[in-house]
């Protein structure tokens, strides 16, 4: 959400940051290749993501989001095994999409929907697994959505 995109509801609050020079020298080299047209639109962004941090968030919370999985399908029983998993969480999961990496990686992206302690459970239940090489959850708050 842009500035001029704030709701009539919504007041912004000035404050100002210390930073060592070289260090704003950085981060205004680096918002500037974003296509950020001030610091204060790519703060905004940052406080954004770190309130989307999943230890932040209440646990029976609803959110949506994605699980990126990569894993070798070749190791024994692996895909089997994810696919019961994604059939056991059918209620989180929106989607998935499998893509073959090369001959032994295939990569996963499931969307999922649910309290945030459920998309834990799945993500941590994948990330475990023997053959997995990655997984991360990524999640977003869903403004006025209560738990289903």
Request: glycine share 4%; aromatic share 6%; with cysteine.
């Amino acid at each position: 959400m842009k500035e001029k995109e704030l709701k009539e509801k919504d007041t912004l609050v000035r404050f100002g940051v210390s930073m060592p020079d070289e260090l704003m020298k950085q981060f205004d080299e680096k918002i500037t290749k974003q296509g950020y047209t001030n610091r204060s639109e790519a703060i905004r962004d940052l406080v954004r993501k770190s309130l989307l941090d999943t230890d932040w968030t209440k646990l029976d919370q609803v959110v949506a989001g994605t699980i990126v999985m990569v894993y070798d399908h070749h190791i024994s029983h692996l895909p089997l095994y994810l696919m019961e998993l994604q059939h056991d969480f059918h209620h989180e999961i929106i989607s998935t999409m499998h893509v073959h990496l090369n001959h032994d990686q295939c990569l996963e992206i499931l969307v999922v929907k649910g309290p945030l302690q459920q998309l834990r459970k799945l993500h941590q239940m994948i990330q475990i697994q023997k053959g997995v090489a990655y997984a991360e959850l990524s999640v977003t708050h869903l403004d006025g959505v209560e738990r289903d």
